[in-house]
C-alpha cells in the first residue's frame, strides 16, 4: 500500500526522528490490515524494544495482545 511506503521512506530518510516510533506503529497496523501479520508483529516488537517507555510501546503491546 502507498501508506506503508510512505512510513517507510519516512523512517529511512529520518531514523532519528522523533515520529520514528509512531510511523513504526503505524506501519505495523497497515501490514496487518492487509494479511502481512508477521511482519506486524515484528515491527511491534522492535517498537517495544527500540523505545520501551514511549506510548507507541504501550500501543504495540496492545496491538500484539489483538494479533496474538
Known amino acids: ?9 519516512l523512517l529511512e530518510d529520518f ?6 516510533p ?3 506503529l503505524k506501519l505495523g497496523k ?3 490490515e492487509v494479511g502481512k501479520l508477521d511482519k506486524a508483529k515484528k515491527i511491534w516488537k522492535g517498537v ?3 523505545f520501551p ?3 507507541e ?3 504495540a503491546q496492545q496491538q ?3 494479533h496474538p
Do not use: N, W
Request: no cysteine.
Open 1 to 9: 500500500p502507498a501508506a506503508a511506503r510512505t512510513f517507510k521512506q
Open 15 to 20: 531514523p532519528q526522528s522523533r515520529y520514528g
Open 22 to 24: 509512531s510511523a513504526l
Open 30 to 32: 497497515i501490514l496487518a
Open 48 to 50: 517495544i524494544k527500540k
Open 53 to 55: 517507555r514511549s506510548p
Open 57 to 59: 510501546s504501550q500501543l
Open 64 to 66: 500484539l495482545l489483538r
